[in-house]
Every structure is written in structure tokens, then in C-alpha cells.
């Protein structure tokens, strides 16, 4: 860091926005800390080895202190986007330590990303807890600007992935009568620029600011403005005043990617028209060069991006409310526990790097490789349940990275070339894992380790284990004979002519 440089800290970096800002901040010439609490989440994004990696919660004050060392301007990016109960209390009390602490540390800036919402009114839960971070941040002592955002539209925002899928799978749409309301949606690429712009403004400004896009929108008309960009027809549209924001939910839920758990906070947003009311961020920060993005703009850009597979971020990195987020105990540390197990190996020709190939290229929209019938199924006893099913897919079509949400699973542990470790999302009773290793031996053969770990809860866990096992036998026989086979094949593709 030099003399002149100022330094942002930012909450949130495993997060859609944050994982964007980060890398802007760099380019705007800051040097920039991320506050984490599993720095190893980090570790295969592109910008890790230029920023600051502080392990800390917002529950510690203390880590937060120790994080503030030095800082100028503090980045609050973190939200409860899960379905649990109980949630307000927590992030307000998270905002009471962000609060003491940059005041404490002699921060000269707070950056809060909130939502648009009503001006009068009961707000939903989620919108009602935003507005009293942001409450706290602006009583703190320390010039803070609160940006209330709008929809937010680009490549792998949980938004556009919602609009997305509502109009691709359905050519007629029974929807809640929110749909009639009038939505600012505002592209990804503006709320990152007001971001890093919000840093200057003067030290005498502390308020909240609306920003939204150019566009107001019924969300009806959102959805038709995608189909015309993603070259589809217009799609009927019907307005149900049957649809509670509990049954869309669940609509959501059946035909979407998008958990439950996620799509409650953006359903309950939505039960209001979601506007700017004023426009006042203009006397400060100049609209970007170009103006800010039209929405069917902002469609177009995600859509491109998605096809070209350059998505930066994604609603898929947000962690499943309810799953298992601790990592798999070492072999020894089993002893004493109930553990089931299924070990698959086969020795192949094809050479190692092409069957890690195969391995790092699994699920998606390349699938299991055995039994695609039982695992819809399950995917789809996932859905019904709140789970986030199969669809929710991966960023990458060819790489993997640590942290990284694959169908119902999320990747815990990964040492690319060899070594794949798998910890499961769906709804299961107990924890579960799936490993899967390329091992090189002499003469350019290899083999294809499989290990699918259970630890069963209760009796409910143990009677799950055993109602399966009969289709284990195909699924995960059939899975490692065909991945083996491909990667086989995939030599054989690659050998000379002749």
C-alpha cells in the first residue's frame, strides 16, 4: 500500500455485489481488505492474491476492530437473504458493531447497499431489517452513504435468474397480482459504479440515497422485455389474486432454480411498487459515461455474458439456508461416530488429465453420468421440500473453483488435477459428501477413486441410508463405469489420425 493510496474494506466479498466490487476498487486505485469468515472460500478468485484477506465475523467485534486498522472506507455488503424466522435482531446487532467499531477506529466513510422501499406502510421483514441497518450505520457518527437499490439485473443476480426461468419455462404465466406493480430495475454495472463513486462524496454527506435505473417497469413487462431479447415470444400473462407471496414462493420455487429460502425476501419485495423517490444522487455523482443502462440492456449484457460463461459472480454462491456448511472431519476423527460409506474404483487407460477432465466437468448440463431419471427425481423431492434441486446448475461449464455451487452440492475441497470433494445442499437427513479423485499410474493409466460419505441423524437418517442403498448399486456403479468410459473415449478422440 502506498502513502497516497486509501484503504476500503469490504464485508460481503464471497457475496454477488461484493465479489464485483472488489476487483473495481483495485482498478479505481484503492487498496482494498475483505472481511470473511472462511477466507478459503477466496481462495481461486482471481483478485485473492491482491487484496487483504482478514478472517472475522460481524458477530465479533473485536475482529471487526482489528479489520478497521487503517481503513478509509468501509463496505457494508451483507445480508440475510435465507428463509430463517429469526434474523432481524441478529443483523441489527451485527450493525450496532460495524457501527462502534469504524467509529472507534476513525473510519472517514460507511458505504451500505440497501433496497428500495416504501415511504410509508409495513414493510416485509427483510426490507423492514435493511432499513434499520441502515438506521444504525447513520447514527454511527461516521459520514455514511445508505444506497437503496432496485431490482438488480445482471449475469447470475438472483432477480434476473428468476425473471429468466419464469419466461423461458413457461409460455403462459399465472402470476401474483404483483405483477401489475412498478419495478426501477437498475443494471449490476450502475450499482457498482455508485459503489465506488460513493467513496468521494463529502464528508458533510450522510443520508440515504435511491438509485435506480432508467426504466419503470410493471414486473409483467420485465418479463416480456427478456423474452424479446432472448429471442422468444411474448409471453400471456395473467394476474391470480389466489397467488399469496407464501404460494409464490412456492410457484417460484417448483419452476426456478431459486430455493424457497431465497425467493421469499424477493417475493415479499415485490408486494410494493419499488421506485426511486428521489433522484438526489446526481448532485454528487454524475450519471456514468453513456447514462445508466436501459433494462432491456441490462438483459442483453447478462445474456451474453451467460453464453460466453464469463459470470462473475452469482446468486448460486449465496450458502442454502439450513445446510450443512461444516467441512468434512478427517478419517480419525469418525471413530466413535455412525458413518456410511460406498467406495467405488476402476482402473482405466484413459490418462489422468482426461479423466480429471470429466470429473471437473460433472453435473450441469453435463449431468451424473448414470441413472438421469433417479437423480431428476431427486432432484425434483428436493425442490418440494425447499431445497435448490438440480437446476441450480454451475457457473463454469469446465472449472470448478472452491466454493463453487454444483446442482445440490457445493464444492468444499478441490485440488484441480486430482482431487474433488463434494459437500451436499439438498435436504437430507444427516451429512453427506461425495469424493472423487484421478490417480495417475505407470504407463499413462489411471484410476477413478469414488467415495460417497454419509452421517446419518437419528433413526430418520439411518432408515434414509438404507432406503437408497438398493439404488446405489446403479447410480453410483453406473457413475463411475461411465465416467471412466468417457474419459476413455475423450484419449481415444484426442489420438492422431492415421
Not at 405483477?179 to 437498475?186: F, L
Not at 446448475?393 to 463434494?422: H, K, M, P, Y
Not at 463411475?480 to 468417457?486: F, G, H, K, L, S
Request: net charge neutral.
Amino acid at each position: 500500500m502506498t502513502e497516497n493510496e486509501r484503504l476500503a474494506l469490504v464485508t460481503g466479498a464471497t457475496g454477488y455485489i461484493g465479489g464485483r466490487l472488489v476487483p473495481r476498487l483495485l482498478d479505481a486505485g484503492f487498496a482494498v481488505r475483505v472481511l470473511v469468515r472462511s477466507p478459503d472460500k477466496l481462495r481461486d478468485v482471481p483478485w485473492a492474491g491482491s487484496v487483504d484477506i482478514v478472517e472475522g465475523d460481524l458477530d465479533d467485534r473485536a475482529s471487526i476492530e482489528a479489520a478497521c486498522e487503517g481503513v478509509d472506507v468501509f463496505y457494508y455488503l451483507v445480508h440475510s437473504m435465507g428463509g430463517k424466522k429469526e434474523f432481524e435482531e441478529p443483523e441489527k446487532q451485527a450493525a450496532q458493531n460495524v457501527a462502534a467499531a469504524v467509529a472507534a477506529a476513525g473510519v472517514k466513510r460507511v458505504v451500505y447497499l440497501g433496497g428500495l422501499h416504501p415511504l410509508s406502510g409495513e414493510l416485509s421483514p427483510h426490507l423492514r431489517s435493511r432499513v434499520a441497518v441502515g438506521r444504525v450505520l447513520l447514527d454511527s457518527g461516521v459520514p455514511t452513504a445508505a444506497l437503496q437499490a432496485g431490482v438488480v439485473i445482471g449475469s447470475g443476480s438472483t432477480s434476473f435468474e428468476m425473471i429468466r426461468h419464469l419466461t423461458d419455462v413457461l409460455p403462459y404465466m399465472p402470476a401474483p397480482k404483483w405483477v401489475r406493480n412498478r419495478i426501477q430495475p437498475i443494471a449490476v454495472r450502475d450499482v457498482l459504479y455508485y459503489l465506488v463513486k460513493s467513496a468521494d462524496l463529502p464528508d458533510d454527506v450522510n443520508r440515504t440515497f435511491d438509485i435506480g435505473g432508467p426504466d419503470v417497469l410493471r414486473y409483467g413487462q420485465m418479463m416480456n422485455g427478456y423474452a424479446l431479447e432472448a429471442g422468444l415470444k411474448q409471453r400471456p400473462i395473467a394476474s391470480l389474486p389466489v397467488f399469496t407471496p407464501w404460494l409464490a414462493s412456492q410457484w417460484v420455487n417448483l419452476v426456478t432454480p431459486i430455493p424457497r429460502s431465497l425467493a421469499i425476501p424477493i417475493i415479499a419485495s415485490l408486494q410494493f411498487d419499488c421506485i426511486t423517490h428521489e433522484h438526489d444522487i446526481r448532485q454528487y455523482i454524475p450519471d456514468p459515461e453513456g447514462g445508466l443502462t436501459r433494462y432491456r440492456r441490462a438483459v442483453s449484457l447478462a445474456l451474453e455474458k451467460e453464453k460466453a460463461g464469463e459470470v462473475e459472480t452469482s446468486w448460486q454462491d449465496s450458502l442454502v439456508d439450513g445446510a450443512v456448511s461444516d467441512p468434512l472431519p478427517s478419517d480419525p476423527d469418525w471413530a466413535g461416530h455412525t458413518v456410511f460409506l460406498d467406495e467405488k474404483k476402476r482402473e482405466t487407460d484413459a490418462r489422468p488429465e482426461d479423466l480429471w477432465r470429466v470429473i471437473e466437468g460433472i453435473g450441469g448440463q453435463n449431468g451424473w453420468y448414470s441413472f438421469p431419471l433417479a437423480w431428476a427425481v431427486r432432484g425434483w423431492m428436493d425442490k418440494i421440500v425447499g431445497g435448490v434441486g438440480l437446476r441450480r446448475g454451475r457457473r463454469s461449464a469446465t472449472r470448478l473453483n472452491q466454493g463453487d455451487a454444483l446442482d445440490f452440492w457445493r464444492v468444499e475441497e478441490i485440488d484441480r488435477g486430482e482431487f474433488l470433494r463434494l459437500r451436499a445442499e439438498m435436504r437430507v437427513p444427516g451429512r453427506a459428501w461425495l469424493e472423487m479423485r484421478a490417480r495417475p499410474l505407470e504407463g499413462g493409466r489411471s484410476r477413478y477413486e469414488q467415495r460417497a460419505i454419509f452421517f446419518p441423524r437419528g433413526l430418520g437418517g439411518r432408515l434414509y441410508w438404507f432406503a437408497i442403498l438398493p439404488f446405489h448399486g446403479v447410480i453410483f456403479n453406473g457413475m463411475a463405469n461411465r465416467i471412466t468410459e468417457t474419459a476413455l473415449a475423450s484419449k481415444s478422440s484426442d489420438a492422431p489420425a492415421g
